[in-house]
């Protein structure tokens, strides 16, 4: 091909499409995170250690040279998180395939938390997406069970041993219940949210699930997605917010 007067191959082409679609995908998982901030200080950085140099300013400029010299283990150090959270969704084809939930099962797990956070009964639910979370089913007791109101209900009925944990549901199954999830660091400005909701922001800040939380101290249903927690969802943004997700 020839584009004003230079000559362009399918390869370069396909070159140029590829590293477009990496950029984009590297975009995706950062966009909304702490991340984003990372990078516009390793920006800021960089434009220091160029106009350093530009100036004259010796000390400092060989300050940042040696700092950026190791720019791709800072980058490791950094990013480390995200960079286990790309490489998990990559593994597990989430860059490729998407998987459907059915408008049943959401209409018994919505019934189900809607219930519960009218009598104040505490749950977590975390719906596995993409990213596998048989790590974390080991952990609880199997179920592999249908999605149902009357069953999610029973499980985390207070007098039930197996209601201080979370579910996990994978497709149209309840794969497990009691499972123990991990905690996110903590939550800036939401003191009132207990163990449970850093458990939600905890398990969805390493993998692609969505984690719903009913608080039985406020009867308040919450969610978690990409390690930013929603509160005070009704019924209707609680359907919203599953079928959403799905549609990513």
């Known amino acids: 091909m020839n584009f004003a007067g230079v000559d362009i191959t399918w390869r370069e082409i396909l070159d140029i499409a590829l590293v477009a679609f990496v950029f984009y995908r590297i975009i ?69 395939r998407r998987r459907k939930i059915d408008d049943e099962d959401v209409n018994q797990i919505v019934a189900a938390l809607v219930s519960m956070a009218e009598h104040r009964i505490g749950a977590l639910v975390v719906i596995e ?29 207070p007098d039930n041993p197996l209601h201080d944990g979370a579910v996990i549901i994978r497709g149209g199954r309840i794969l497990a219940a009691a499972c123990i999830l991990p905690l996110a660091a903590g939550l800036k400005g939401k003191a009132k949210f207990g163990t449970r909701h850093r458990a939600a922001v905890g398990v969805t800040e390493d993998t692609d699930a969505l984690a719903i939380v009913v608080s039985e101290e406020r009867g308040e249903i919450s969610a978690a997605v990409a390690g930013k927690l929603t509160a005070a969802l009704d019924e209707v943004r609680l359907k919203r917010v599953l079928k959403r997700i799905w549609e990513r």
């Open 28 to 96: 995706l998982l950062v966009r909304g995170t702490r991340a984003v901030s990372v990078i516009w200080g390793l920006v800021f950085i960089i434009a220091v250690f160029f106009a350093s140099g530009e100036f004259g300013l010796t000390t400092l400029h060989w300050l940042l040279q040696n700092f950026l010299g190791s720019f791709f283990l800072v980058v490791i150090i950094l990013f480390q998180q995200d960079i286990r959270k790309a490489l998990a969704q990559v593994g597990a084809g989430s860059l490729w």
């Open 129 to 157: 997406k993409n990213v596998p979370l048989g790590d974390l089913t080991d952990r609880g007791v199997p179920m592999d069970a249908h999605i149902s109101r009357d069953l999610l209900m029973s499980v985390f009925f």
